[in-house]
């Protein structure tokens, strides 16, 4: 089983709907959970990072943790064509230490 | 406020060469990680620098190496280069291993 999994997609959702990402993960002792946005050839971009059970809102973007299952999920709302990239779900075990990355859900949004 | 530099941007290597890379972290952080990202796959975590000494390391073997300086800039050097080194290498600054953010990177080719 692998630490942090992700659907690799491709998901691909219309203009204007809500792109639904997730993302689950082994260890229950992780603290901290991070969203990244990586486009094709570049670098991943930090959008989201959430550390407490619940929802965490900004802009278009919600971050949802549920740590009895393990689970975190990325919404974007009002999906444009510029979101589509790869989202890659990042969980952080011991707080200030390094990352575990799933392999990434590549998100297409058609106009 | 300018973010993570990285440099170079691109390099080509021969088997068994040797190779350094290097890093700037964004003006205030003082922690630098490095990780390799293969085509299509999840950044792994390479290893951790914080008070110029190597906190944490992931599962790379004795040939890669890192340093941190007093300015808090890095290097990552990896010694005999194997074709399954071609990646492309990331350097993640952060203030004591929070929120992590990733410089452009360097693409490394060996040949």
């Known amino acids: 089983q692998k630490e942090v999994e992700q659907n690799s997609g491709p998901l691909s959702v219309p203009e204007g709907a809500i792109a639904s990402l997730n993302c689950t993960y082994s260890?229950?002792?992780?603290?901290?959970f991070f969203w990244y946005r990586q486009y094709s050839g570049k670098s991943p971009e930090l959008i989201m990072s959430?550390?407490?059970?619940g929802d965490k809102e900004d802009g278009r973007f919600t971050a949802q943790l549920n740590k009895a299952s393990q689970y975190v999920s990325l919404l974007i709302r009002d999906s444009q064509p510029s979101d589509s990239a790869t989202y890659l779900c990042?969980?952080?075990?011991?707080?200030?230490?390094?990352?575990?990355f799933g392999g990434g859900t590549r998100l297409m949004v058609k106009p | 406020d300018a973010g993570v530099t990285q440099s170079p941007t691109h390099l080509i290597k021969t088997r068994g060469q040797q190779v350094t890379l290097r890093c700037s972290p964004k003006?205030?952080?003082?922690?630098v990680s490095w990780y390799q990202q293969a085509l299509g796959q999840g950044p792994q975590f390479i290893f951790q620098?914080?008070?110029?000494?190597?906190?944490q390391r992931g599962n790379f073997p004795d040939r890669f190496s890192g340093h941190q300086f007093p300015n808090y800039s890095s290097e990552l050097n990896v010694n005999a280069l194997l074709l399954g080194d071609s990646a492309l290498y990331l350097c993640?600054?952060?203030?004591?291993?929070?929120?992590?953010?990733f410089g452009p990177g360097t693409r490394l080719t060996v040949t």
């Open positions: 003006s205030g952080h003082d922690t």
């Open positions: 620098y914080y008070e110029e000494e190597e906190r």
């Open positions: 959430i550390y407490s059970n």
């Open positions: 990042a969980v952080n075990k011991n707080a200030g230490n390094m990352l575990t």
């Open positions: 993640a600054s952060s203030l004591r291993g929070d929120e992590q953010y």
């Open positions: 260890d229950r002792g992780s603290q901290s």
